[in-house]
């Protein structure tokens, strides 16, 4: 973990894609209200392939957690995430369609 990640005030962005039994299961009602719970800000959308994206801002914690807590809830078979700054653009955490 590098410094700015370690440091608990530091916000970073994380886009997630899940793969696995993620999509007709009530993947992105779940994620959105957990998002939402941890305060974190972004989206959840499907793909037409099966998979789910999860774009997220908020602390390196908060995010950790969301993954954690959707873990915990579905089948994911795979995850690749790719970490950068937080834009700050979001005010919500959002489905789209």
């Known amino acids: 973990m590098s410094d700015r ?3 608990s005030g530091f916000e970073i ?4 894609m899940f793969s696995g039994r993620v999509q007709g299961v009530g993947f992105r009602l779940t994620a959105q209200r957990f998002a939402v719970d ?4 972004g989206w959840v959308q499907n793909w037409p ?7 997220a801002e908020g ?3 908060q995010i950790s957690a969301l993954v ?3 873990q915990a ?4 078979s795979n995850m690749q995430i790719c970490e950068g700054s937080a834009s700050g653009e979001y005010t919500s955490f ?4």
């Open 5 to 7: 990640t370690a440091h």
């Open 13 to 16: 962005s994380q886009n997630i």
């Open 38 to 41: 941890l305060g974190l800000t």
């Open 49 to 55: 392939n099966g998979d789910v994206e999860i774009y």
């Open 59 to 61: 602390k390196p914690g």
């Open 68 to 70: 954690n807590k959707l």
């Open 73 to 76: 809830h579905f089948f994911i």
């Open 94 to 97: 959002d489905i789209r369609y």
